[in-house]
């Protein structure tokens, strides 16, 4: 014989006086509910070594496993020539800062030098620091 329970609401009001979706109520004596462990991997079998296991944004592992780069060190290779492009950046940088130079030329010479420049496509500045560098040079 097969008794209908009375119907039992979708909905109870809480202790904090919210309400949630009705739960099946547990006694304290019921047994709780077993959860397998996963199986643990053999002794000698190890873990494939193509693949390995990938840290996500929050820095912990993800399920994602991908495949291991063909040469670990060609990504090192790739983090030294940017750190060595960044450093030639800045050393270019501090060695071409501009300071300020006062000269008492004639003004004929000046002259040839604006329209140096100007014939260049440069600035005078510009001019000036080719002439001295090759001055400098010899």
């Known amino acids: 014989m097969v008794t209908n329970p009375a119907p039992r609401p979708?909905?109870?009001?809480?202790?904090?006086?919210?309400?949630h979706p009705a739960a099946p109520v547990v006694g304290p004596d019921s047994p709780p509910g077993v959860v397998q462990a996963?199986?643990?991997?053999?002794a000698g079998a190890k873990a494939p070594t193509h693949l390995r296991p990938v840290v996500g944004i929050g820095g912990s592992t993800s399920d994602v496993l991908r495949r291991v780069p063909d040469d670990a060190s060609?990504?090192?290779?790739?983090k030294a020539k940017k750190q060595s492009k960044k450093?030639?950046?800045?050393?270019?940088?501090?060695?071409?800062?501009?300071?300020?130079l006062q000269v008492k030329v004639p003004k004929d010479v000046r002259?040839?030098?604006?329209?140096?420049?100007?014939?260049?496509?440069?600035?005078?500045?510009?001019?000036?620091?080719?002439?001295?560098?090759?001055?400098?040079?010899?």
């Open 10 to 19: 979708a909905l109870r009001k809480a202790p904090d006086a919210r309400v």
């Open 38 to 42: 996963p199986p643990k991997p053999m």
């Open 74 to 78: 060609k990504a090192a290779a790739k």
């Open 87 to 100: 450093a030639a950046k800045a050393e270019r940088k501090r060695r071409q800062a501009r300071v300020e």
């Open 111 to 138: 002259n040839q030098l604006r329209k140096n420049a100007k014939a260049r496509g440069t600035s005078v500045d510009d001019v000036v620091t080719s002439v001295l560098e090759g001055w400098l040079r010899d």
